[in-house]
């Protein structure tokens, strides 16, 4: 097991049980060599006996426990026997260690925010820290499935370096309530946490793997704590320093913690020290979008936030790959939670850095060609699609900051297909087959932009079928580059992916991975903030960037549209993955989230691929998928419609199981949520974020509309929107009309003048709110606000969880996605 640098850091100690009893037996055998000494000889002075449970460690080192002269006395095989035990990295007795639960739509952790204030619940999180024995802390570093515990962080982890720079009079251009203007020196770093607008005015700083030179324009940022903070370095300048600005900004993102507790706690906390020293002479209260962080004991909310440092190794490949321009053809594999997007973002951010045409005579103005086939966890789209996209600027954030592109100045989705599923194994023959359409797309790309290099990110199904998909990628895409992301092997995938680049003659390039160990959302959580970030995400035309919008789903007006009749305006709906009976599809198909597909061709339904996966038949067909739909007798979909009894026009295709369509001749839109079926007037009720010109121009060229049901997860944050935000109502109005009132506080002036019947008015309609919002079905609202619970919640809600990998066949990383 690979320890992290600050884990070899800390002192050593005993990691187990069995290191508690041979320090006793090392005693016990003290203890009997002393009684053989003769009477006269001299003896150490003993205070006390050492208490046989193991002392909780600090900062300082483990806690003495007797004098130096017991120290010096203890023997030398009990020294040995100590260094033995310390080099144990898998405690032998059993680890109290559990699943994560996966986030329940019950909103008690709401109360917890209401009842429980962020300094008294980092008081809390600091004393039960401080109980915590060196028991705790050995379950953290021992080896079990996925996560770990809940556990709190070490205290040797807290104080952990995130700037060398250091903010003084000298290096401080200019600064007010929303702006800091400083110069970094060569080889120093700044970390920020929150989000911002930097503009680089003179010298080049390095972010995200982008170089960025001085020019006009802005680039957004988000560092959230959920992820690894981005790091600001010059890496030349002018007279030894880069100058920066970085400028609070106001895109809505952070307003989204009023819908989901997923979404609290992330941004910058309170000012930190640098951040007073830039806001002297602003009003006390001001406080910006971004914070910046020495270590990582400056945070405020005691998060644990770490910078994001490349290994050298990957700086070198990245510099190599960048260096074949326009000819770069890369596909970054490797097993789960090896830093593969980390790596592909960067490499990606570094391409697309808008160099000047002196330094090598290459401008790239094409852009760069992404192809994510990471259904699980895609960059640039939400869950369950592959895609290919065009890229003309970097990006700096986390998936959940840019989850659609929807044709931005930076970029658009040139083709994306839905898969249904979170893995590419439920169906790989279909996978296979948007896979080559998705290429035929890039290779017509190539025609309007011959320098546009490729990108591919594949996903972490890398045992099984999913090596045999590589391979055949590797052996059929005319790959330039292959990078495994792991040093480690095993060999069982090297072998035949090495053999596969050999007879591509491609060469392969293996690099160490460099995961993640302590992260504060499950990836289950962070699929649940990337589409909800979706849904709540739009791009207006007259702004660069995008905005987020806090109101919920029930209070948007949804988009009717006639499932039968005249004026029928879908197509059709079909189910993937399963086996679904005509009745039931009412039930299957509210409150789910679907794929809108627009189908090129009436002919789009794959007979031959159906009955294969009727017959059970798994292996993958890699001549068929080579050949495409040519091979595979086409049915017309209007043939394969079957109507329910609430007159659904189903897609029914032999027993009704998983039928996709072919990628060939359909495409997707993006996803939609089904709010209400109303069978009396055979209307659906959706919502979804897909821009109303995609549709328009969809149906103009044609183009039938299918509704697809996957197997994405069910939006339990859409469920529970309105209760958070109907409680997040209440606490903003009682805050506003409660406390002392200052000197110039206008709204405090306008609360203590208005009338206690209007008062008392307003606030029962916000509770009122609240309690219709909490009785929906599939939501359970737990009111035990003693304190237990508000500690237990707030523990859960800070708590970290301690990621392991594993690469072997059949692990469970390898199937949970």
């Given at each position: ?28 055998q003290q ?145 007010d309530?929303?702006t800091?203007?400083i ?37 957004r ?23 920066v ?13 009023d ?36 270590t ?14 490349l ?7 990245m ?20 830093g ?55 990006f ?10 929807d ?19 439920e ?5 296979a ?28 199904w ?30 069982e ?55 987020w ?165 069910n ?25 002392p ?55 859960r ?21």
């Amino acid at each position: 097991m690979v320890k992290r640098k600050a884990e070899k850091q800390q002192p050593a100690g005993p990691v187990s049980a069995v290191a508690a009893l041979a320090a006793r037996r090392a005693r016990q055998q003290q203890e009997a060599q002393s009684a053989n000494v003769p009477a006269d000889a001299p003896q150490a002075i003993v205070a006390s006996e050492p208490p046989s449970k193991k002392s909780r460690q600090s900062l300082d080192g483990p806690e003495a426990t007797g004098t130096k002269e017991e120290h010096r006395t203890r023997t030398k095989a009990a020294k040995k026997q100590d260094k033995l035990l310390r080099t144990e990295t898998i405690p032998e007795r059993p680890l109290r260690a559990t699943r994560p639960q996966k986030l329940e739509v019950k909103p008690e952790l709401e109360d917890t925010h209401e009842h429980l204030s962020d300094e008294q619940s980092e008081k809390d999180q600091v004393e039960h820290t401080e109980k915590m024995d060196e028991d705790d802390i050995a379950s953290v570093m021992g080896d079990a499935d996925g996560y770990e515990s809940p556990a709190e962080t070490p205290a040797e982890l807290r104080n952990f370096p995130l700037s060398k720079a250091r903010l003084n009079e000298s290096n401080i251009v200019y600064s007010d309530e929303s702006t800091l203007c400083i110069r970094i020196k060569e080889r120093t770093n700044l970390a920020l946490v929150g989000h911002y607008d930097l503009w680089v005015k003179r010298g080049v700083v390095s972010l995200m793997g982008a170089k960025l030179h001085p020019s006009s324009q802005l680039h957004r940022v988000y560092a959230p704590s959920t992820h690894s903070l981005p790091v600001i370095k010059c890496v030349a300048g002018i007279d030894g320093d880069a100058e920066v600005e970085i400028k609070s900004c106001t895109s809505g993102i952070s307003r989204l913690r009023d819908l989901s507790p997923l979404y609290q706690r992330i941004w910058a906390g309170e000012n930190t020290a640098a951040d007073k020293i830039t806001l002297k002479g602003a009003a006390k209260d001001s406080k910006r979008t971004f914070s910046v962080l020495y270590t990582s004991a400056d945070d405020s909310l005691n998060r644990h936030i770490r910078p994001l440092h490349l290994d050298k190794k990957w700086s070198a490949s990245m510099k190599g790959l960048s260096q074949r321009e326009g000819q770069l053809r890369v596909l970054i594999c490797g097993p789960k939670a090896s830093g593969k997007s980390t790596f592909s973002r960067y490499l990606l951010n570094h391409v697309l850095s808008p160099t000047p045409e002196t330094e090598n005579g290459y401008t790239n103005t094409d852009g760069v060609a992404f192809l994510d086939l990471d259904p699980g966890q895609p960059e640039f789209a939400p869950m369950g699609q592959v895609y290919l996209a065009r890229l003309r600027s970097p990006f700096f954030g986390p998936p959940f900051t840019h989850p659609s592109l929807d044709d931005s100045r930076d970029g658009e989705i040139v083709r994306a297909h839905h898969i249904g599923a979170a893995s590419p194994k439920e169906d790989p023959d279909h996978y296979a087959l948007a896979v080559m359409d998705l290429m035929d797309q890039y290779r017509s790309l190539l025609e309007k932009h011959p320098q546009c290099p490729l990108i591919i990110n594949y996903p972490g199904w890398i045992f099984g079928q999913g090596l045999e998909v590589a391979t055949w990628l590797v052996r059929s895409l005319g790959l330039s580059d292959v990078v495994y992301m792991s040093e480690k092997g095993p060999s069982e995938v090297v072998d035949p992916l090495g053999l596969a680049a050999r007879e591509a003659r491609v060469p392969l390039t293996i690099l160490p991975s460099q995961p993640t160990d302590f992260v504060s959302r499950s990836s289950a959580q962070l699929r649940a903030m990337q589409i909800q970030s979706y849904f709540h995400m739009s791009h207006p035309n007259d702004l660069i960037t995008s905005l987020w919008s806090d109101v919920p789903l029930s209070r948007t007006r949804p988009i009717t549209v006639d499932y039968a009749g005249a004026r029928q305006g879908i197509l059709g709906v079909m189910v993937m993955g399963s086996q679904i009976n005509p009745d039931l599809l009412h039930e299957t198909l509210e409150g789910a989230i679907v794929g809108v597909v627009a189908v090129e061709s009436p002919n789009a339904i794959m007979s031959e691929m159906s009955a294969s996966n009727d017959e059970g038949h798994d292996d993958i067909d890699m001549g068929s998928a080579n050949s495409g739909a040519g091979n595979s007798a086409e049915l017309s979909i209007p043939d394969c419609i079957v109507r329910t009894s609430e007159d659904l026009p189903y897609l029914f295709v032999g027993s009704g199981s998983c039928t996709p369509l072919d990628p060939k001749a359909s495409n997707c839109l993006g996803l939609a949520l089904v709010r209400s079926i109303d069978t009396s007037s055979r209307k659906l009720e959706i919502s979804t974020p897909i821009p109303s010109s995609h549709l328009e121009k969809a149906i103009e060229q044609g183009h039938g509309i299918v509704l697809v049901r996957g197997q994405l997860d069910n939006p339990n944050w859409a469920i529970s929107e309105e209760y958070y935000a109907a409680r997040a109502a209440e606490r903003r109005y009682q805050q506003s009309t409660s406390g002392p009132r200052k000197a110039g506080d206008i709204g405090s002036e306008q609360a203590y003048e208005l009338d206690p019947a209007e008062h008392s008015r307003t606030l029962a309609l916000l509770r009122e709110r609240v309690r219709r919002a909490s009785n929906v079905p599939w939501m359970t609202v737990v009111e035990d606000n003693s304190r237990h619970q508000r500690e237990v919640a707030a523990r859960r809600e800070k708590s970290l969880w301690k990621l392991r990998k594993k690469a072997y066949p059949g692990s469970e990383s390898e199937a949970d996605y």
